[in-house]
């Protein structure tokens, strides 16, 4: 059973920057990709960024697009979301998420298996 974690949320004023990690464990096969959703409170949970896991292909939500960079570790089984100037609209639980093959519904959290628990990221105005 794959489990992920993560960590690296935390309290930061607006056009402050973060960096969330995930780390996995459990595996025992490289998966297609992982991403990144977050959910605020109220709202759905929405597609953030994602990377494909041996080539390192990503994709961007247009609303983090030249502000969070997404990318992997893959020695160390983990994901990563480089979070730069950030907004108030940032404001979420942000939580990563393994997809074992391709989807056409990457950015849906239903192309996704295994999800963390989430970390919280409060951005202040």
């Known amino acids: 059973q794959v489990q992920l974690v993560e960590s690296g949320g935390g309290l930061v004023q607006a056009g402050g920057s973060l960096r969330l990690l995930c780390a996995a464990s459990?595996?025992?096969?490289?998966?297609?990709?992982m991403g990144w959703f977050r959910q605020a409170p109220g709202k759905e949970r929405e597609f953030v960024a994602v990377t494909t896991w041996s080539y390192g292909v990503t994709d961007y939500a247009d609303s983090v697009m030249g502000r969070f960079i997404i990318s992997r570790d893959v020695d160390k089984s983990t994901a990563y979301l480089q979070m730069n100037s950030l907004k108030h609209d940032d404001t979420a639980v942000y939580y990563c998420?393994?997809?074992?093959?391709?989807?056409?519904?990457?950015?849906?959290?239903?192309?996704?298996?295994?999800w963390g628990p989430g970390t919280q990221v409060p951005v202040s105005s």
């Open positions: 459990g595996r025992t096969r490289s998966p297609y990709a």
């Open positions: 998420a393994e997809a074992v093959n391709y989807s056409t519904e990457y950015k849906s959290h239903e192309g996704y298996k295994y």
